[in-house]
Nanobody, 122 residues
């Protein structure tokens, strides 16, 4: 069975940066679309970024500040976050799927990590 493990969360000052990592194991995820979502307390989960063979995709709320990338040799996906805002505070989850990518909020994601907490101090 495949497994995704996120890391890199923590407490960061507003305006700071952070790089989240998602380590994949148990199967070859190189041909999977990978994505990041987040969920803040009392809010719905929001998909913020995805990457597949054809490109990268971002929610409007994070364009220009978030960068998703992958290192297939390390089976790892990254989410670089710049200019952190208090609204970015959330648990960030990594996801993977072999199903057709049809958009950040519409794709059926098959594998999920347990999340890493990002806290932003103002």
């Amino acid at each position: 069975q495949g497994q995704l493990v996120e890391s890199g969360g923590g407490l960061v000052q507003a305006g700071g940066s952070l790089r989240l990592s998602c380590a994949a194991s148990g199967r070859n995820f190189n041909n999977y679309a990978m994505g990041w979502s987040r969920q803040a307390p009392g809010k719905e989960r929001e998909f913020v970024a995805a990457i597949n063979w054809s490109g990268t995709y971002y929610a409007d709320s994070v364009k220009g500040r978030f960068t998703i990338s992958r290192d297939n040799a390390k089976n790892t996906v990254y989410l670089q976050i710049e200019g952190l805002k208090p609204d970015d505070a959330a648990v960030y989850y990594c996801a993977a799927t072999r199903r057709t990518y049809v958009g950040l909020g519409r794709t059926i994601w098959e594998y999920w990590g347990k999340g890493t907490l990002v806290t932003v101090s103002s």
